[in-house]
């Protein structure tokens, strides 16, 4: 009991050098903290805007065109038969169905022209899956039957183009034939996710089939359920009902449609780790700085202290204490300085203006800026790290300084 208090009153004796120790492993953990708050919210917003503007939470594609999907083949399309649809329709978990035709395409405004994704949907189906209909920023929703289109407001600004302009995409059909698709823009969105703006132009699904010869066939359904977490239990339902009824169709989580996204969430998993290490060198360095320097200029202490009758172990228990205390007092003052960014991130976000606008050219769906987002558990987290790490780094230079010899040690000059 001695020792702790002992420890606990040593920590008013350099008070400068304390709090300077305290304050660079505060610092240190605020960077942490603040990065993890940005990285984890740059995570939550591109899963976001991938399931409301790109996947849905769950597609269902034909095998083979799912293993080629990023080329828009025209091959191994499906139909949204009857049969399909009563299956879908009969899970209750499933809140929208969208059908869609995906393509390759040229977009021609008479002067300039340049190649983009077209995507052919039913409107009223379309909207049960996704948002883009909320983020118009001018005009209206295309309708069926219509020879109209809606593209970015990002897109249009690049080709020139405005409400009521017309346009002409061409495209190859199925037959490999070059066909003309004429329409006229009656909507410009503005979405968080700049890789839809800047390279989708969406069309009504029957005149996308007409004009590419497919028939009814679409290219793959996209559908959204009621609870996110329930998704893999629904593509298992799924892929059960299409293998007993002899339907070479299969259905996909929304991770498998955005590799690219999930593989940069691991990448930044690992950044972190590396962030976390610098941290925890800060920590161990500055402890053990600090300990080293207790130890020199209490060296005849410590020597009367052992003269005394007090142990070695209870030598080494007060620097530790020290220690502890000094990396508590870094943990709450870095978490106090972590509430405060984090807090500022989640309120007023990091503009991506500093970064050119948007996050697309690294292949991340945002656009605009990045909020951060509340992680309560690496708050707790990193502070019981920064006192297990000021423990455990205080033991070596405490035991060294505890190990003179009492009589060198008083005498010491």
Not at 108 to 115: S, T, V
Not at 303 to 326: H, Y
Not at 360 to 387: E, M, Q, R
Request: glycine share 8%; hydrophobic share 45%.
């Amino acid at each position: 009991m001695f020792s702790i208090k002992l420890g606990l009153r040593n920590l008013t004796r350099q008070k400068r050098r304390n709090l300077i120790t305290a304050l660079i492993i505060a610092f240190a953990f605020f960077a942490y903290l603040f990065m993890d708050s940005l990285m984890e919210g740059m995570e939550e917003m591109s899963f976001k805007n991938i399931i409301n503007f790109d996947t849905g939470h769950i597609q269902i594609a034909h095998p083979d065109y799912w293993e080629e999907r990023e080329e828009l083949s025209l091959d191994n399309l499906l139909y949204l038969s009857p049969e399909v649809q009563k299956s879908l329709q009969d899970i209750d978990e499933i809140s929208g169905v969208s059908p869609e035709l995906k393509f390759t395409a040229t977009l021609n405004n008479g002067i300039d022209e340049m190649p983009v994704i077209g995507l052919g949907i039913d409107p009223e189906k379309y909207k049960n899956v996704f948002i883009t209909q909320d983020y118009l920023v001018s005009g209206t929703m295309i309708s069926l039957e219509s020879h109209q289109a809606i593209m970015g407001a990002s897109l249009a600004r690049l080709m020139d183009l405005k409400i009521n302009d017309n346009i002409t995409l061409l495209v190859r059909t199925k037959e490999e034939t070059f066909n003309a698709i004429d329409v006229e823009v009656v909507g410009l969105f503005r979405t968080p996710n700049p890789m839809i703006d800047g390279s989708t132009v969406f069309l009504p699904l029957d005149i996308v089939q007409q004009s590419l010869n497919v028939e009814e066939q679409i290219s793959l359904i996209s559908i959204r359920i009621n609870q996110e977490k329930e998704k893999n239990a629904v593509v298992e339902n799924l892929n059960r009902l299409f293998q007993e009824k002899n339907l070479k169709l299969e259905a996909y989580t929304w991770e498998e449609s955005a590799e690219t996204v999930i593989a940069l969430s691991v990448a930044k998993k690992a950044g972190a780790s590396v962030i976390l290490a610098v941290v925890l060198l800060i920590g161990i360095v500055g402890i053990i700085n600090n300990i080293i320097l207790s130890a020199l200029e209490r060296t005849e202490e410590i020597g009367m202290m052992k003269a005394l009758g007090m142990k070695e172990t209870e030598i080494v228990l007060v620097f530790m204490v020290e220690a502890v205390g000094i990396g508590m007092l870094g943990g709450i003052l870095g978490c106090l300085l972590g509430v405060l960014g984090v807090g500022w991130m989640s309120k007023y976000g990091f503009s991506l203006g500093y970064l050119g606008g948007d996050m697309s050219t690294y292949g991340i769906p945002i656009l605009d800026k990045i909020y951060g987002v509340w992680n309560f558990s690496a708050f707790v987290f990193l502070f019981l790290l920064g006192v297990t790490v000021a423990l455990f780094s205080s033991i070596a230079p405490a035991w060294w300084a505890a190990r003179k010899d009492p009589v060198k040690a008083i005498y010491h000059r």
